[in-house]
Each structure stands twice: as structure tokens, then as C-alpha cells.
């Protein structure tokens, strides 16, 4: 090892150490059979696991969050294509603040955002309701689909759907058969961020989901119980599996998509 | 080719807000014609050819292909089809995917229409491609699938928007020569749109020189070369020597011009051309080959004679260029001025040096005047 880098390299070190170190905790407390968490490790167990499943509140919360975070990446997502290829493809008066507006809320602070939508709700005589948080993570998601999907648009050759025009497809057809096709990948991405950004959220979920539960309010109610934390380490260890699980699938697709059309596997997460 | 029009533009102008791209063009392309549009960038001719695609709409005139208005007509519907500068070659297809992309709609059976796309291959030379990844193929490739792509449609009009640009020198040559070819085989009327006057004067039976959303000049190769309309055209096609010129008088069409350098000479009609609008006064022109520079004690049988010493040799192997200060037009307005002259090569004849006094031979029927 060269000397001078020595600095640099216990840097990095720790500071993956501190990055992940928390994450493998979870796991480790998660099949402890102690109920503090605390070192050293009692005994291997799964009891956790099974209580997890067994909490009907959890399930509920979780169910709760899937839904939302399925509904509001499809819709982030849909609304993030039309946006994309507008911004990407035409010119139209006012297109700078248009869009400026749309990717405002990925740098809004989100308390601002749920507040506000929280008073116009209320005002309304809305009542709220998974609906209501669907709504929220709806327009937060937005920009980061917005950014994805732009990426995957402007890369687009635009005479790749004259040419299909050109040779007898409908308007539709092409962008069917040669845009949608080619922009999957972004559009996958544009899914599993969106996915992602909704399933962990916190505050929106906390102002307007009414007195559903989902996954990140029911967790921040249950860490007052000392007893309920095993089971939170639980769950979280499942929520880590499946995000790597998510993450990985992702990638696979945008690395396919990629070969697929000859590009090289430049960006992206891994 | 035929006389019948396939194309006709009749004052076609396009703006696009304030910007006036296209100016009145009024334009025939005859039926089996390889025709250009030549000119520099953002003179008009791609967003011309566009609307000839359908992809834009024109703000005035009137677009006709085969006797047929297409101003309803949306570019999915047009009897043509374009190969663009970007091949826009589907990269998710196979190359037979790509080629029978325009088949979709076609109600033939699938082995009638595998039969059409195998066809067209092999009239673009990449028969055996059909099964290969589309993007896995070269430039020159890309380019035969474009046009593969086009020409199974049997369209009227053969668009093609500067195809060769992207390829390097030997292959565009090559594909020069196989377009031509091509043309000629299946008879469809081409239109190219191309920036480089070598391209347009290869390829085509007739070329229309644009700038700033005008036809300039439209005319054959040849006489688009040798009598170019304005001084514009002759600057951008090829080289060509210019030298002051004063009109001593006119009569029966014949205008009579003392030319710095050259004497006096008397020109038809047909050799007066029109001068840009920032000249000072007339200008003579005249191409490099015209001229012969003689070697010592050689004879000639051209009419004219004029005595020159030689500034520069540029030697390019089957060229030698020499720039010359003529006797009499070495130093115009305080400038040295010198005209350039290119020779072949040919065995037997010596390349001269620089500093040598030697002769020109040429005749007035080579001059230009632009007034």
C-alpha cells in the first residue's frame, strides 16, 4: 500500500463504516433473542419475524404503504412521460417556468409541502385518507421521475419517430413502437424511485394520511415501546432485503435495456 | 427520367415566427430524376425537403407530388419516404425488423413480405443481414438499412437528407457511386439535400443552389460549373479566380470588358453573370482548369496569351496548383493579387518553379463576367 494514500483510505473506511454499519445492525437484532438491544447476542431466533407477521396494525400499515407507493409511482410516472416529452420534444410559450414549477417540490421542503397541502385539504373539506397521501407523494415523486424520464427522452433521436411516421405508422404507432420501447428503461427507473421515495416517506404520510397507518408512522409510533423494537428490526431487515432485491432488479432491466439498443452501461446505480 | 413533373413547388415560403426560412420557391423535379438541393447550412434546404416529407407545415404556396396537392396530406399518407442524416435506424430492431417497419400495414402474407424484405437487402448489398442486431452495424451499414428501409415501400420520392455526411471520405465516395446505381435501378425520383458541392455535382442530373431560403441557380452539373448565375454560386461551387473588369461598351449583346491582367475581351450573353451586392464594380471569373500554363517554348492553339510569373507551387501528386501574378494584375488596389491555376500531371510535363516567368494559354470562352 502506497503511504500517502494511508489518509484517504481510513477515510473512506469509515466512512462506509458509518454509512452501513447501522444497516447491518438490524439484521443482527432482528434474530437476537434478547429484547434489548444491546451487545452481547443472547440467542438465534425468528420469534420476531413471526410476531412482526402476526401484528395486525403492521400488516395494515404495510398493505397501506404498498398502495400508495404503487399508486403514486404509476402516477408520478404517467404524468412524468407526458411532462418528459413535452419538455424534451416541443417548444411552447412559458415551457421554462412550467417546468421550473413542476421540479420545484424536489427542493420545496416537504414539511412546507404537506402543510400547505394539509390547510387546502382541510379547507376543502377533503377528507383525508390513503387518497389524500397518494395525492402528496404524487407531487413529490414527480420531479424525480421528470429527471429520469427527461434523461431517457433527450437522449432520444427525435428522427427515430419521424422515421417511423414516415413510414406509415400512425402518431400513436410510433411512439408505441420505437419511443416507448427505447425510454423502458428510464421508465423503470422513473418507477422504482418513485417507488422508493413513497414507500419511506414520512412527513406527507404523517400530516395527511388521516388515521391510516403506513410503514414509516406505524415504525415511528412503535419506537416508544422499548418491547415493540426487536419486531421494528424485524421488519426493517425485510425492508433492506427488498430494496437490494428491488435495486438489483432495476439495474438488471436498464442494463438489458441498454445491451439491447447497443448502449454503453454508463449512469445508474450500480 | 421523363419530362413529367413529380415535385412541383410553386411559392413555397415557411416561417418560423420571425424567421423566414423558405422564400417563394418555385421548383419542379421531374419524374426519375436525381435532383439536389444544395447550399450552405441554414440555407433552406433541409427544412425544404421537410416539407416535401410532410414533417412541416408551409405558412404560403403550394406542394404538389404527382399532380396530387399535399397540403391535407400528414407525412405517414405521402407518396415518399427519407433516409435521414442520422440513419434513425430503430437501435431495438433487427436489421429485418427495421427493413420491414413499413410493412406493418401491408396485408400481404408474412412469407410474401419476409420475401420483400430479403430483397431489399440484397438490393442495398447486405443480403444475409436481415437476422443481426441494428445497432451493432457500421455507419456505411446503418445507411444501406436506411435505404433498404425506405425503398420497400416503392415510394414515388426517394428523400434523402444529407446521407453521406456522417461516413468517412473513401466510403462516402463509394456510396456516391452505388446511390447512383441504385437511382438507376429502381427509377424512383431522389431528392438529396447535401452541403457539399462535390456530393450534389457526383450525383445529380440536375441541382438547385439555395441560399437564404432562395433557389439561386438550378441547372445540370456542368452548367452549373461552368456558368454559374451569380457570383455567390460561383464562390461556393468550386474555385474560381476573379479579377476587376471595366465594360467598355455594349452592342448586339455583346458587351466588350477590359479585364486587369487579361486584356480586352467580348462576351455573349451567356457568359454575363450577375454580381454580388457588395462588389465594387464587375468582376471576371474563371475556373483553374481553364487555363494552361505553358512551359518553355511550348505551342498552343488557344487564341489568348498572357505572361505571368509564378508566386506559389502547391504539388498534390496527380495536381500541382500554381498561384500566378499576371503581368499587369500583380498588385490591384495596393494588394498583391494572384489567380490560381491547376495542371494534371500527365507524364512528360515537368512541374515549374517557383519565381519561373512563364505563359498562359486560354481562351475568353472560359471567362465569366459577373456585372
Redesign the interface.
Known amino acids: 500500500m502506497n503511504r500517502q494514500g494511508w489518509g484517504l483510505q481510513a477515510y473512506a473506511i469509515f466512512y462506509l463504516l458509518f454509512l452501513y454499519a447501522p444497516i447491518i445492525l438490524l439484521p443482527l437484532f432482528a434474530f437476537n433473542s434478547g429484547t434489548i438491544i444491546a451487545f452481547p447476542l443472547q440467542g438465534i431466533t425468528t420469534d420476531w419475524f413471526a410476531q412482526m407477521w402476526a401484528d395486525a396494525t403492521l400488516r395494515r400499515a404495510l398493505t397501506n404503504s404498498l398502495m400508495i407507493a404503487v399508486s403514486a409511482s404509476i402516477l408520478s410516472t404517467c404524468f412524468g412521460i407526458f411532462a418528459a416529452r413535452a419538455s424534451t420534444r416541443f417548444g411552447f410559450p412559458g415551457k421554462g417556468g412550467i417546468m421550473a414549477f413542476i421540479m420545484l417540490p424536489m427542493v420545496l421542503p416537504e414539511i412546507i409541502v404537506a402543510m400547505s397541502l394539509l390547510v387546502v385539504l382541510l379547507g376543502m373539506g377533503v377528507q383525508l385518507s390513503l387518497l389524500t397521501v397518494i395525492a402528496g407523494h404524487t407531487l413529490i415523486c414527480m420531479p424525480y421521475a421528470i429527471a429520469v424520464l427527461s434523461t431517457a427522452f433527450s437522449s432520444l433521436d427525435r428522427s427515430l419517430e419521424e422515421a417511423a411516421y414516415d413510414l406509415g405508422e400512425t402518431k400513436w404507432g410510433a411512439f408505441r413502437l420505437v419511443t416507448l420501447p427505447l425510454v423502458m428503461p428510464g421508465i423503470i427507473s422513473a418507477l422504482l424511485i418513485s417507488f422508493t421515495i413513497s414507500l419511506d416517506e414520512f412527513i406527507i404520510a404523517f400530516f395527511l394520511a388521516g388515521n391510516e397507518p403506513t410503514l414509516p408512522t406505524y415504525i415511528f409510533s412503535q419506537l416508544r415501546f422499548p418491547r415493540a423494537i426487536p419486531v421494528i428490526m424485524a421488519l426493517g431487515t425485510v425492508l433492506v432485503v427488498l430494496s437490494i432485491v428491488l435495486l438489483a432488479l432495476g439495474e438488471y432491466f436498464r442494463r438489458r435495456g441498454n445491451a439491447r439498443i447497443g448502449g454503453k452501461p454508463t449512469g445508474g446505480l450500480l | 427520367m421523363t419530362d413529367k413533373p413529380m415535385i412541383q413547388c410553386h411559392g413555397v415560403h415557411k416561417y418560423y415566427g420571425d424567421y423566414h426560412a423558405l422564400r417563394g420557391i418555385d421548383l419542379t423535379i421531374r419524374s426519375g430524376e436525381f435532383f439536389s438541393l444544395l447550399g450552405p447550412s441554414g440555407c433552406g434546404k433541409t427544412t425544404l425537403l421537410r416539407t416535401i ?1 410532410g ?1 412541416e407545415d408551409i405558412s404560403d404556396g403550394a406542394i404538389l407530388i404527382d399532380q396530387k396537392r399535399m397540403d391535407e396530406v400528414p ?3 405521402r407518396p ?3 433516409v ?3 440513419y ?1 435506424i ?3 430492431l433487427t436489421v429485418a425488423e427495421n427493413v420491414a ?2 410493412l ?2 401491408d396485408p400481404r402474407g408474412k412469407a410474401e413480405k419476409a420475401a420483400a424484405v430479403d430483397e431489399a437487402l440484397a438490393m442495398v448489398g447486405l443480403a444475409g443481414y436481415g437476422a443481426r ?1 441494428a ?2 452495424l457500421s455507419g456505411g451499414q446503418r445507411q444501406r438499412v436506411a435505404l433498404a ?2 425503398l420497400i ?1 416503392k415510394p414515388k420520392v426517394l428523400l434523402l437528407d444529407e446521407p453521406l455526411s456522417a461516413l468517412d471520405r473513401k466510403m462516402r465516395e463509394q456510396m456516391q457511386v452505388e446511390l447512383i446505381k441504385l437511382q438507376r435501378q429502381v427509377g424512383i425520383t431522389f431528392v438529396l439535400v447535401t452541403h457539399d458541392q462535390e456530393e450534389a455535382l457526383v450525383m445529380s442530373d440536375r441541382i438547385a443552389v439555395m441560399f437564404e431560403g432562395e433557389i439561386a441557380q438550378l441547372d445540370g452539373p456542368e452548367a452549373l460549373y461552368a456558368r454559374p448565375a451569380t457570383r455567390r454560386v460561383a464562390d461556393f461551387i468550386g474555385v474560381m479566380n476573379f479579377l476587376p473588369a471595366q465594360v467598355i461598351s455594349e452592342a448586339g449583346g455583346i458587351v466588350t470588358a477590359e479585364v486587369a491582367g487579361l486584356g480586352r475581351v467580348d462576351l455573349p450573353a451567356t457568359q454575363i453573370s450577375r454580381a454580388n451586392p457588395e462588389d465594387e464594380g464587375p468582376m471576371v471569373g474563371f475556373r483553374p482548369e481553364t487555363m494552361t500554363l505553358l512551359g518553355p517554348g511550348a505551342t498552343h492553339s488557344q487564341p489568348r496569351e498572357t505572361n505571368a510569373t509564378i508566386d506559389e507551387v502547391v504539388y498534390y501528386g496527380d495536381m500541382t496548383y500554381y498561384d500566378l501574378r499576371l503581368d499587369g494584375a500583380a498588385r490591384l488596389d495596393g494588394k498583391a493579387r494572384t489567380v490560381r491555376i491547376s495542371m494534371r500531371n500527365v507524364f512528360g510535363r515537368d512541374v515549374q518553379e517557383v519565381g519561373t516567368r512563364t505563359r498562359l494559354a486560354w481562351s475568353p470562352g472560359s471567362l465569366v463576367l459577373f456585372r
Open positions: 416529407a414533417f407525412a405517414n399518407k415518399t419516404n427519407m435521414f442524416q442520422s434513425a430503430f437501435p431495438h417497419f413499413g406493418r400495414r442486431s445497432h451493432a428501409r425506405a415501400l
